[in-house]
T-cell receptor
Framework: DTGVSQDPRHKITKRGQNVTFRCDPI?????LYWYRQTLGQGPEFLTY????????KSRLLSDRFSAERPKGSFSTLEIQRTEQGDSAMYLC????????????FGSGTRLTVV | AQSVTQLDSQVPVFEEAPVELRCNYS??????LFWYVQYPNQGLQLLLK??????LVESINGFEAEFNKSQTSFHLRKPSVHISDTAEYFC????????????FGTGTLLAVQP
């Protein structure tokens, strides 16, 4: 297993368009997380899954955002009607259920909304 | 509100000099603490963690951090830095044993100069 993979690495989109990001976690990990990181800030929690169940969503995750993990493996994060404020690095991470052992992060998808 | 504070946004230091990156967390009965490192265009990598037990934790590349409950701090130290240590360092906390969500600080850029 080569770690957590995220695709694409970079995405430039026009305001109002929809975008979808994919995350492939470490196969043995039950938990999958999405974080958002803006310039000069630390990552902020968006949502997490345990297997295929989405167990918590941050209030940062507006109605335009939706995340899925259909078979408890890869996950997708979709943003509808993108806004310039959505420009950020979107990070995916995975861990065992006992997340205290630490997360493994992917390299992120950098979204630029123009 | 639960938070993590990294007061120093940037720490310049000469190669082979000691360094301390400061991190303070909001007081809590139960907290797990982490340091992550982020190299340019890469995801976050776990550097070290404090869960319980010995208050001094070490990483494999010479960093150490000490959990200080009375001062609510978890400062990161290295006695002698290398150019390759140049990176962004993030302190993070999981409160109340809730490892499904990490609260990150804003990060400290460690800039090692020759």
């Amino acid at each position: 297993d080569t770690g957590v993979s995220q695709d694409p690495r970079h995405k430039i989109t026009k305001r109002g368009q929809n975008v979808t990001f994919r995350c492939d976690p470490i196969s043995e990990h039950n938990r999958l997380y999405w974080y958002r990181q803006t310039l000069g800030q630390g990552p902020e929690f968006l949502t997490y899954f345990q297997n295929e169940a989405q167990l918590e969503k941050s209030r940062l995750l507006s109605d335009r955002f939706s995340a899925e993990r259909p078979k408890g493996s890869f996950s997708t994060l979709e943003i509808q009607r993108t806004e310039q404020g959505d420009s950020a690095m979107y990070l995916c991470a995975s861990s065992f259920v006992q997340g205290a052992y630490g997360y493994t992060f992917g390299s992120g998808t950098r979204l630029t909304v123009v | 509100a639960q938070s993590v504070t990294q007061l120093d946004s940037q720490v310049p230091v000469f190669e082979e000099a000691p360094v301390e990156l400061r991190c303070n967390y909001s007081s809590s009965v139960s907290v797990y603490l982490f340091w992550y490192v982020q190299y340019p265009n890469q995801g976050l990598q776990l550097l070290l963690k404090y869960l319980s037990g010995s208050t001094l934790v070490e990483s494999i590349n010479g960093f150490e951090a000490e959990f200080n409950k009375s001062q609510t701090s978890f400062h990161l130290r290295k006695p002698s830095v290398h150019i390759s240590d140049t990176a962004e360092y993030f302190c993070a906390a999981a409160y109340g044993g809730a490892t499904n969500k990490l609260i990150f600080g804003t990060g400290t850029l460690l800039a090692v100069q020759p």
